[in-house]
Nanobody, 121 residues
Framework: QVQLVESGGGLVQAGESLRLSCAAS????????MSWHRQGSGNQRELVAS???????RYADSGKGRFTISIDNAKNTVYLQMYGLKPEDTAVYYC???????????????WGQGTQVTVSS
C-alpha cells in the first residue's frame, strides 16, 4: 500500500557531501512525520534527524551542524543534506515515515529499504 524509496547514497571521501532522498508513494492520506535513521556494521540503528510535515526538525548530536533535513509535502519526499561527511557516518541510512492511509484510521510507521553511505578516509 505504501512504499518508501531511498536514493542518493554512495561512496564519497571524507569532507564531501551527499543528499539523500526518500519518496513515499501509495494510498497516502497524510504524512505526519518523516525521519532518517542509520545503522553501521555491528551497531544499533540510531535516529539521525526527523521532521514533521510542518517543518519542525530535530537532530541527533552526531549530525547537528552538518546535516539538514527537509520535507516537500507536495512530493511526499524527505531529504537529508549531509555536509562534511566523516568515516564514522558510514552506515545504511533508512527512511521512516508515520503515514495515514485510506485503509487505517490512524498513522502507521513505514520503513524504506535503506541506502548505503560509505565515507572513506
Amino acid at each position: 500500500q505504501v512504499q518508501l524509496v531511498e536514493s542518493g547514497g554512495g561512496l564519497v571521501q571524507a569532507g564531501e557531501s551527499l543528499r539523500l532522498s526518500c519518496a513515499a508513494s501509495g494510498s497516502i492520506v497524510k504524512i505526519n512525520e518523516m525521519s532518517w535513521h542509520r545503522q553501521g556494521s555491528g551497531n544499533q540503528r540510531e535516529l539521525v534527524a526527523s521532521t514533521t510535515r510542518e517543518g519542525r526538525t530535530r537532530y541527533a548530536d552526531s549530525g547537528k551542524g552538518r546535516f539538514t533535513i527537509s520535507i516537500d509535502n507536495a512530493k511526499n519526499t524527505v531529504y537529508l543534506q549531509m555536509y562534511g561527511l566523516k568515516p564514522e557516518d558510514t552506515a545504511v541510512y533508512y527512511c521512516n515515515a508515520a503515514i495515514m492511509t485510506s485503509s487505517l484510521p490512524y498513522t502507521f510507521s513505514y520503513w524504506g529499504q535503506g541506502t548505503q553511505v560509505t565515507v572513506s578516509s
